[in-house]
């Protein structure tokens, strides 16, 4: 038994699991956007202290057409199923432009 050698998949963190894009934008309004002023923030993974990502860095301006957007969908949604609207929320994550902002996110915390 000593001998016996295991195979591990890649870790979740792992960067043969998903490849980072070097920038994301903001999703607003169903579409990614540069904020309006232009500002980023460098993502940063705590374990290593790399630098995994810059992400638009949302501000006034960009909230309110955020907010205008979520008020115009919200009737339409919210009449949803709860089960519809995970179901489009989870096969917007694998189906975006950019499935890998989750990891991003996810290697923050």
């Given at each position: 038994m000593a001998d016996q050698k295991f195979a591990y998949a890649p870790a979740p963190e792992s960067r043969a699991v998903v490849d980072i894009a070097p920038s994301?934008?903001?999703?607003?309004?169903?579409?990614?956007?540069?904020?309006?002023?232009?500002?980023?923030?460098?993502?940063?993974?705590?374990?290593s202290e790399e630098?995994?990502?810059?992400?638009?860095?949302?501000?006034?301006?960009?909230?309110?057409?955020?907010?205008?957007?979520?008020?115009?969908?919200?009737?339409?949604?919210?009449?949803?199923?709860?089960?519809?609207r995970g179901s489009l929320v989870v096969a917007f994550t694998k189906d975006s432009e950019q499935p890998e902002l989750g990891s991003v996110l996810d290697k923050e915390t």
């Open positions: 994301y934008g903001l999703f607003i309004d169903g579409e990614f956007t540069e904020a309006a002023d232009g500002r980023v923030f460098k993502s940063v993974s705590p374990s630098v995994l990502a810059e992400v638009a860095r949302a501000g006034e301006q960009d909230v309110d057409r955020a907010v205008g957007a979520a008020r115009k969908a919200f009737a339409k949604w919210s009449a949803l199923p709860g089960a519809e």
